[in-house]
């Protein structure tokens, strides 16, 4: 996998060719949480999960439009940082959303997503009990960066 290494403090802009795949395409259009601006996917797929991750941006304030193959997302307003249970357990991968959020706002609430409990579900899991996070009762999980030393916590008791 080859990757790119920035340094300095100069803006970055241009652009990345990436994979036309459900895989490919769904994290890119996470990451269009973390651009304040206007980001243009071409040649993205029509899939049902692709579908469902647009509608996860539109929750969430930004402003997504379809031009033949492209898609065009203006993440400018993004101000909420809670994705709805129903569009969270349509589709599995819609955890790919944590980090832009915490990122973007700071702050995060999301349900387990769909798909296999022991999947994503027990990953998250795993991430609680290794940062001493006792699981809340309902249904929905808060995450926030606001915590000691900048620590990413679990809203509610520290154990």
Same mark, same amino acid.
């Given at each position: 996998m080859s990757s790119f290494v920035i340094e300095g403090c100069k803006k970055i802009e241009g652009a990345v060719e990436v994979q036309t795949s459900k895989n490919g395409v769904l994290p890119v259009l996470a990451a269009t949480l973390l651009n304040h601006g206007v980001t243009v996917i071409e040649n993205c797929p029509r899939l049902s999960d692709v579908e469902v991750t647009v509608e996860i941006l539109k929750?969430?304030?930004? $402003?997504?439009?379809?031009?033949?193959?492209?898609? +065009? $997302?203006?993440?400018?307003? $993004?101000?909420?940082?809670?994705?709805?249970?129903?569009?969270?357990?349509?589709?599995?991968?819609?955890?790919?959303?944590?980090?832009?959020?915490l990122t973007r706002t700071g702050t995060a609430e999301i349900c387990l997503p769909g798909g296999c409990d022991t999947?994503?579900?027990?990953?998250?899991?795993?991430?609680?009990?290794?940062?001493?996070?006792?699981?809340?009762? +309902?249904?929905?999980?808060?995450?926030? +960066?606001?915590?000691?030393?900048?620590?990413?916590?679990?809203?509610? +008791?520290?154990?």
């Open positions: 929750e969430l304030g930004c $402003v997504a439009v379809r031009s033949g193959n492209n898609l +065009t $997302v203006d993440a400018s307003d $993004v101000k909420n940082s809670k994705i709805s249970c129903e569009l969270m357990h349509k589709m599995r991968s819609s955890v790919i959303f944590l980090g832009s959020l999947g994503v579900g027990g990953r998250i899991h795993c991430i609680e009990e290794k940062r001493g996070w006792r699981r809340s009762q +309902t249904a929905a999980k808060r995450w926030s +960066t606001a915590g000691r030393a900048g620590t990413r916590t679990a809203c509610g +008791t520290r154990e």
